[in-house]
């Protein structure tokens, strides 16, 4: 092959690669969003509105909370919020976003890590642990929740058992 068809063929080979590459996609609007959807759950869940809280969950979400079984669909979801929040709230306890973690967004799904903190009422951290995140973008562009899952950062009961062995 002489160095003419060489180097065409490099140069057809990069138009190739550049032709199916997409242009870097601008996704500050949509974090915002993202983070304005975390901080109206932990408003909403702090203040025990489980309308407000069930309200950014997908019809087909599924939240998955520690020690007891996922809740599959909206109806499953406002169920285990309209039971867990007023235990939550009897406590007197605090849920508090921690640092905004790695939000990421391709095309129409988000996602976002973080931590959180559960602060009695002095203020004292009672227990910190870690959350996940996932977002679906809906027809006309509204982001909604459709994975959640949390844990915390202190050993579970059968963790400890079981090194106690």
């Excluded at 909370?65 to 306890?93: E, N």
């Amino acid at each position: 092959m002489n160095r003419l068809a060489k180097l065409l063929l490099v140069v057809a080979s990069l138009l190739a690669l550049g032709a199916c590459s997409k242009p870097a996609q601008n996704t500050s609007g949509d974090e915002s969003v993202i983070r304005n959807m975390q901080d109206a759950w932990y408003k909403g869940y702090n203040s025990g509105d489980v309308s407000a809280v069930a309200a950014l969950y997908a019809d087909d979400a599924v939240v998955m909370a520690p020690d007891v079984p996922a809740a599959a669909g909206i109806a499953a979801i406002r169920d285990y919020y309209s039971k867990s929040m007023p235990q939550f709230q009897a406590t007197g306890l605090t849920a508090v976003e921690g640092p905004i973690g790695e939000i990421g967004i391709s095309g129409d799904l988000g996602w976002q890590g973080t931590t959180y903190t559960l602060t009695d009422k002095s203020g004292a951290t009672v227990e910190t642990g870690k959350v996940l995140t996932v977002f679906r973008r809906k027809g006309g562009g509204k982001w909604m929740i459709i994975r959640d899952t949390w844990n915390s950062d202190a050993p579970s009961s059968a963790a400890t058992a079981a090194s106690s062995h």
